[in-house]
């Protein structure tokens, strides 16, 4: 049984019920871990038990139907906060504004700490507007006074505040410095759940100031099951297709659910068992697919994709050839079935494919021309395979 239906992340609860228990609970936290691996559901899991007024705190158990839990659910709770990218009006980063709100709020505030932290209201003001902030209008000044100004306050219904900052690593670095001072002395009671994928674009003095918590990335089983539990697919097989493509992450494996990416995979394992002979086919299906995206950072992440499935059918061939029990859908099994029948070389063949892939990954985060990277990878595989005496099969 996973804790509140959110799967994957037993140990992760079992920290916090813990802590709760013996009323040692830190304040501030980092979640980190992949995208697309429940991070953000768990925090807000975590908000409602700590919320509930009907079953304590640190049993961890949110009823699910008092007030506080609704409106948890609803996004309602006055002292749930939860901040997070304006995606929806085309921002890319969390900015000061939302930390600490604009010029107006500030004059009108009375709060020490709020007055330190928009000493200089003119830069707020510019970082507002140039975020499509309408200070004129009173966007931010009558509507937002920012994450830190509402943590101060005293809980309008519950015993403590709690912040929610979802993508945490892409905050602009004068919004992260402004969250410093709340996160060194956070207001009495306070939680504050910073959630991140990469700790790369955490500034250190976050990072030092906050409680790691790390989240694993899920199994292919975990996240078929959660396919199959969520509805979003109808059949087994479907889902275990998705899973396979998705690397741990549900809001991939969501995100393939009719799309290209498994219209591709359907294309590399028909291409698979023949590709020794025709490489330049396969070379053309990867190319066509990576360069679809304008941008060089989605034609990486098409890249990554493709280097997955394949890597995907070499780790099922390598486990089936040395009889590691595995489980495949029907497509990734026949193409294992036929490449196996026809693999002349031992394991250090398949081994060697393996090892080649993931090269062609190394490059390409080494900023490698694609063309060339792929061009050169698929070349590579069809000649460890000839080499290995790989038989053609006659399809
Ligand atoms: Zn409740």
Same mark, same amino acid.
């Given at each position: 049984?996973?804790?509140?239906?959110?799967?994957?992340? +037993?140990?992760?609860?079992?920290?916090?019920?813990?802590?709760?228990?013996?009323?040692?609970?830190?304040?501030?936290?980092?979640?980190?871990?992949?995208?697309?691996?429940?991070?953000?559901?768990?925090?807000?899991?975590?908000? /409602?038990?700590?919320?509930?007024?009907?079953?304590?705190?640190?049993?961890?158990?949110?009823?699910? +139907?008092?007030?506080?839990?609704?409106?948890?659910?609803?996004?309602?709770?006055?002292?749930?906060?939860?901040?997070?990218?304006?995606?929806?009006?085309?921002?890319?980063?969390?900015?000061?504004?939302?930390?600490?709100?604009?010029?107006?709020?500030?004059?009108?505030?009375?709060?020490?700490?709020?007055?330190?932290?928009?000493?200089?209201?003119?830069?707020?003001?510019?970082?507002?507007?140039?975020?499509?902030?309408?200070? $004129? !209008?009173?966007?931010?000044?009558?509507?937002? $006074?920012?994450?830190?100004?509402?943590?101060?306050?005293?809980?309008?219904?519950?015993? #403590?505040?709690?912040?929610?900052?979802?993508?945490?690593?892409?905050?602009? +670095?004068?919004?992260? *410095? !402004?969250?410093?001072?709340?996160?060194?002395?956070?207001?009495?009671?306070?939680?504050?759940?910073?959630?991140?994928?990469?700790?790369?674009?955490?500034?250190?003095?976050?990072?030092?100031?906050? /409680? %790691?918590?790390?989240?694993?990335?899920?199994?292919?089983?975990?996240?078929?099951?959660?396919?199959?539990?969520?509805?979003?697919?109808?059949?087994?097989?479907?889902?275990?297709?998705?899973?396979?493509?998705?690397?741990?992450?549900?809001?991939?494996?969501?995100?393939?659910?009719?799309?290209?990416?498994?219209?591709?995979?359907?294309?590399?394992?028909?291409?698979?068992?023949?590709?020794?002979?025709?490489?330049?086919? &396969?070379?053309?299906?990867?190319?066509?697919?990576?360069?679809?995206?304008?941008?060089?950072?989605? /034609? #990486? /992440?098409?890249? $990554?994709?493709?280097?997955?499935?394949?890597?995907?059918?070499?780790?099922?061939? &390598?486990?089936?050839?040395?009889?590691?029990?595995?489980?495949?859908?029907?497509?990734?099994?026949?193409?294992?079935? %036929?490449?196996?029948? *026809?693999?002349?070389?031992?394991?250090?063949?398949?081994? !060697?494919?393996?090892?080649? %892939?993931?090269?062609?990954?190394?490059?390409? *985060?080494? *900023?490698?021309?694609?063309? %060339?990277?792929?061009?050169?990878?698929?070349?590579?595989?069809?000649?460890?395979?000839?080499?290995?005496?790989?038989?053609?099969?006659?399809?």
């Amino acid at each position: 049984m996973s804790w509140q239906g959110i799967v994957g992340h +037993d140990k992760q609860a079992d920290f916090f019920r813990c802590n709760l228990e013996q009323g040692r609970l830190g304040s501030s936290f980092l979640f980190l871990g992949s995208s697309g691996i429940g991070k953000r559901k768990f925090a807000l899991k975590l908000a /409602q038990a700590l919320f509930c007024q009907q079953n304590d705190a640190a049993q961890l158990q949110p009823c699910g +139907d008092c007030p506080a839990c609704r409106q948890v659910l609803a996004d309602t709770h006055p002292d749930l906060h939860l901040i997070g990218v304006d995606r929806a009006h085309g921002k890319r980063s969390i900015i000061k504004a939302q930390l600490v709100g604009g010029k107006k709020s500030s004059t009108h505030e009375s709060s020490q700490n709020l007055e330190q932290q928009t000493a200089q209201p003119a830069v707020a003001d510019t970082t507002a507007m140039a975020a499509g902030f309408d200070i $004129q !209008a009173g966007d931010l000044s009558t509507h937002y $006074q920012g994450l830190c100004y509402q943590l101060n306050l005293k809980p309008a219904q519950a015993s #403590r505040q709690i912040a929610i900052i979802d993508d945490a690593d892409c905050m602009q +670095d004068e919004a992260a *410095n !402004a969250l410093l001072k709340t996160l060194e002395e956070p207001p009495v009671g306070s939680i504050l759940m910073l959630i991140a994928s990469n700790p790369q674009k955490i500034l250190p003095t976050i990072h030092s100031r906050c /409680q %790691t918590i790390l989240f694993q990335t899920l199994a292919d089983e975990q996240v078929k099951h959660v396919l199959l539990d969520s509805g979003a697919v109808e059949t087994e097989d479907q889902a275990r297709v998705l899973a396979s493509l998705a690397g741990g992450s549900v809001e991939i494996a969501l995100g393939a659910v009719d799309g290209k990416l498994v219209e591709l995979r359907q294309e590399v394992c028909d291409l698979l068992p023949v590709f020794a002979q025709q490489p330049q086919r &396969l070379a053309a299906v990867v190319e066509s697919y990576v360069s679809a995206p304008k941008d060089s950072p989605a /034609q #990486r /992440q098409c890249f $990554q994709q493709v280097a997955d499935v394949i890597l995907r059918v070499f780790h099922l061939m &390598l486990m089936q050839r040395t009889g590691v029990e595995c489980s495949a859908d029907q497509i990734a099994q026949l193409t294992v079935t %036929t490449m196996l029948q *026809n693999w002349k070389g031992d394991e250090e063949t398949i081994i !060697a494919c393996i090892d080649r %892939t993931l090269d062609a990954v190394t490059q390409l *985060n080494a *900023n490698a021309n694609i063309k %060339t990277l792929v061009d050169a990878w698929i070349d590579d595989l069809a000649q460890i395979q000839i080499c290995g005496g790989y038989m053609i099969p006659e399809l």
